[in-house]
């Protein structure tokens, strides 16, 4: 089974910045597409940005594109998620997965991910 741990989360107030980083362990990482998703309460996980395994070609959600950057290191096995002009609707956890870039904002794909790391909260003050 796949583990992953995402860090870097935090409180901030609305307008400032954080970056996400996720590990892997017991998975080839540079073979895999990987997504970040995030849940708000009472809101139903969402997927959020997802990159190719090669780097590129890196694919947001609406509600993120301009402001979140997502990148990664196949040296290093570490996925990251530059969060810029954070705002109160971006408060969420948020996690980590392998994943298709082509599913992973499908709400049944999401229903139907057997499992979940713990992830990072991510707080924004107004």
């Known amino acids: 089974q796949v583990q992953v741990m995402e860090s870097g989360g935090g409180e901030v107030q609305s307008g400032g910045s954080l970056r996400l980083s996720c590990t892997t362990s017991r998975l080839s990482f540079s073979a895999y597409a990987m997504g970040w998703f995030r849940q708000a309460p009472g809101k139903e996980r969402e997927g959020v940005s997802c990159i190719n395994p090669d780097g590129k070609s890196p694919v947001y959600a609406d509600s993120v594109e301009g402001r979140f950057t997502i990148s990664r290191d196949n040296a290093k096995n570490v996925l990251y998620l530059q969060m810029n002009n954070l705002t109160p609707d971006d408060t969420a956890m948020y996690y980590c997965?392998?994943?298709?870039?082509?599913?992973?904002?499908?709400?049944?794909?999401?229903?139907?991910?057997?499992?979940w790391g713990q992830g990072t909260q991510v707080t924004v003050s107004s």
């Open positions: 997965l392998p994943t298709s870039c082509a599913a992973y904002r499908s709400t049944v794909y999401l229903r139907n991910v057997p499992s």
